[in-house]
């Protein structure tokens, strides 16, 4: 069974960028029946989608991030990241990683998320 | 941007029905999913693509979609089925998921 685990700093300061990396276990990232995800959630509201990557390369991200969002993936780590800019207080959630079957469009693996506080 | 609208919350009694709504334009046109949420925990998907159900998914969860709603109807209301539950769905026009709200579901 597949396993997805988000990890990188929990603290980030405002204005820097803050980068989360997320290790697939249990299966190939590179495997292309799949797509990869970022969800986050501030405490107490709902569930914003972030991004996707294939393993192709292609991306979408969702037009309210999008000038400040890199999804990326690496195979030879079995790893795909994120890489959020010039974040600010309204950034602090929990960022969740995902895995979607190609040609569908919903999750159907998540990791257990990881909280991120943007603070001086 | 697409929006879809779920109501705040959901009270139903055990053995009951619930029932969670997922408004949107036209959202009989496109797949709706489905997910679970109990405190602290991630999301877990409950209804993929309307209706279908992902396996280890009781038979209890089920989901419908027509015209402006869709629903997810949980049968026989058990304690553990307390928890928020999110409608999603692909917005093609902008190429982007759209989550809903989410509704909190409790067990009374």
């Known amino acids: 069974q597949v396993q997805l685990q988000e990890s990188g700093p929990g603290l980030v300061k405002p204005s820097q960028t803050l980068s989360l990396t997320c290790t697939v276990s249990?299966?190939?990232?590179?495997?292309?029946?799949?797509?990869w995800s970022w969800i986050r959630q501030p405490a107490g509201k709902g569930l914003e989608w972030i991004g996707r990557i294939y393993t192709s390369g292609s991306t979408n991200y969702n037009p309210s991030l999008k000038s400040r969002v890199t999804i990326s993936v690496d195979t030879s780590k079995n790893q795909f990241s994120l890489k959020l800019s010039s974040v600010t207080a309204a950034d602090t959630a929990v960022y969740y990683c995902a895995r979607g079957p190609y040609g569908g469009n919903y999750l159907g693996n998540w990791g257990q998320g990881t909280l991120v506080t943007v603070s001086s | 941007s697409y929006v879809l609208t779920q109501p705040p919350s959901v009270s139903v009694a055990p053995g009951q029905t619930a029932r969670i709504t997922c408004g949107g334009n036209n959202i009989g046109s496109k797949s709706v999913h489905w997910y679970q949420q109990k405190p602290g925990q991630a999301p877990v998907l409950v209804v993929y693509d309307d209706s279908d159900r992902p396996s280890g998914i009781p038979e209890r969860f089920s989901g419908s979609n027509s015209g402006n709603t869709a629903t997810l109807t949980i049968s026989r209301v058990e304690a553990g089925d307390e928890a928020d539950y999110y409608c999603?769905?692909?917005?093609?026009?902008?190429?982007?998921?759209?989550f809903g709200g989410g509704t909190k579901l409790t067990v009374l």
């Open positions: 999603q769905v692909w917005d093609s026009s902008s190429d982007h998921k759209v």
């Open positions: 249990g299966g190939s990232i590179s495997s292309g029946s799949y797509y």
